[in-house]
């Protein structure tokens, strides 16, 4: 058992706090945001995440884990503090490092004893080293002992803490082998391959690895985009592709793109890092094009569709970026309500978890009460987001609340005969 601090009770960081108590660990987790701790301490979640309200619970009266603004109580006796605070982009697409910065100052601040600095953020390659000199500077080189080490987080939202108890592998970066070592006895009881290598290669990772993922889903949305043009399926052709085992099946649906706090943010910032220092990211310029141009392509369907947009009422399932969370940065959703409404329509949307945030980003949103209050009086329904709840939905009551009938099956999740057999006029993304 080891006595941690967590830094950040965001998604990385209440999920890496929480998993590690349920392992046995002594958390302490601390946030900047009173309110965020304050609730946290009445047992309510800042986030929607399947099983993580139950899995705090349990910990919290187990008296593993427990929540603090005090950076002086968070570290004290810690031999490890995790630092997962969020690293945005700012106007120019680099990570923004201010809430890291203010992480390892009050670190350095408030640690009296040698401590292992474990970083979670995704953050620029180097970072680890600027973040060694932060610590080592404020103190006047009179600060404890320390290391830093890399971790980078790959869980997911939705199924952030089955991610996180159940890695693929566990990336560790540090200049110092034992330290990274320690590190790795946290996850042992994960049984999940470790890899270790320098600070700067293990950033890389975390970042290679989502590029390569919003490379896959753009470079299918390109091929959904060209099967439209040719007659061809792309769900077949994803299918006949993810058999090939060089390929695989995974992160080969076309939709409306990639969104969330990751993708967006992180292609950006590679692209940022890249062409800072000389080299040319052609590649990602192009993947996050084709991301963008896939939300455009989404709203000048449902315009074709229905002639103008213009005093039109368009339905909209789902806002969150993704299914099982409430999580709306960057989301695809906002995006194309936004282009709807610049175009003239009135819009009203459901969501199961994402209501409340999506109306404080777009006030003149109109919020309904189900999939079929969000049908009633539609010209046309955009299913943006694939819920379960959104995946079987009685389509006969679904077209007697419509004015309209077209539907705009943005993740391909309906089927395309049933829907046409009942006289909407389905389209899906690259599906004839
Ligand atoms: N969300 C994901 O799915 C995911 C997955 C893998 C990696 N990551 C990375 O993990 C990091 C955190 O992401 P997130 O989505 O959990 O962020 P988040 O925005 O949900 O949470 C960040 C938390 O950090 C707190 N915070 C900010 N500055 C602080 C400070 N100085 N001291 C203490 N707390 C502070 C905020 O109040 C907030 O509660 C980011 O770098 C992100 O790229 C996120």
Redesign the pocket.
Known sequence: MAKICV???????LVTGTCLSDMGNQVTC????ED?IEQLNRGIM??YEPGLEQLVKQNVEAQRLSFTTSYKEGLQDVEFAFI????PSNDIGEADLR?VQ??AN?IAKNMDHPTIIVN????PVGTGDWVTEIIHDQNGGQTPEFTVVSN??????GS?INDFMNPDRVVLGSTDQESANKVAGLYEALRSPIMITDLRTAEMI?YASNAFLATRISFINEIANICESLGADVREVARGMGMDKRIGPSFLDAGLGWG???FP??VKALTYMATTRGAHPQLLQAVADINQNQRKRAVKKIEKALGTLRGKKIGVLGLSFKPNTD?IRYAPSLDIIRMLLEAGAVVQAFDPQAMEASKKEIPNLVLCQSPYDTAKGADALLLATEWNEFKSLNFSKIKEEMHGNVLLDGRNIWDPEDLRGLGFEYSGIGVP
């Open positions: 830094i950040g009770t965001g998604y990385v960081g601390v946030d900047i945001d965020r800042p986030i997962a605070v969020g690293t809430y203010l992480a009050s979670k953020s995704t953050v980078p987080e790959f869980l997911r939202e952030a975390k969330g706090s990751c943010k992180d999580d």
